[in-house]
Nanobody
Framework: QVQLVESGGGLVQPGGSLRLSCAASGSISRFYDMDWYRQAPGKQRELVATITSGGSTNYADSVKGRFTVSRDNAKNTVYLQMNSLKPEDTAVYYC??????????WGQGTQVTVSS
């Protein structure tokens, strides 16, 4: 089974940027789309961004214009570029791969903290 590993989280000041990576242990072409989710303390996990196998993207209203999701099929990696970060973006960020024939695959998450 393909595993997903997120990286790139950390502490950043408001207005700063981070790029998260989600590296797969195998080909990401198995996933018809891949998502980035986040979960803040005491809140439900929410969908942040989606990228399809064809490269189409969708974003939550709260991150539109600030976050960009992309994929590098050759590196089997999906990225989340996060700009103009706000304290309310603080959360654990997870990537998820979806297939038609098995349960979704989740990564273990990476912590993003936006604070001065």
């Amino acid at each position: 089974q393909v595993q997903l590993v997120e990286s790139g989280g950390g502490l950043v000041q408001p207005g700063g940027s981070l790029r998260l990576s989600c590296a797969a242990s195998g080909s990401i072409s198995r996933f018809y789309d891949m998502d980035w989710y986040r979960q803040a303390p005491g809140k439900q996990r929410e969908l942040v961004a989606t990228i399809t196998s064809g490269g189409s993207t969708n974003y939550a209203d709260s991150v539109k214009g600030r976050f960009t999701v992309s994929r590098d099929n050759a590196k089997n990696t999906v990225y989340l570029q996060m700009n103009s970060l706000k304290p309310e973006d603080t959360a654990v960020y997870y990537c998820k791969g979806n297939t038609f024939y098995s349960a979704p695959t989740w990564g273990q998450g990476t912590q993003v903290t936006v604070s001065s």
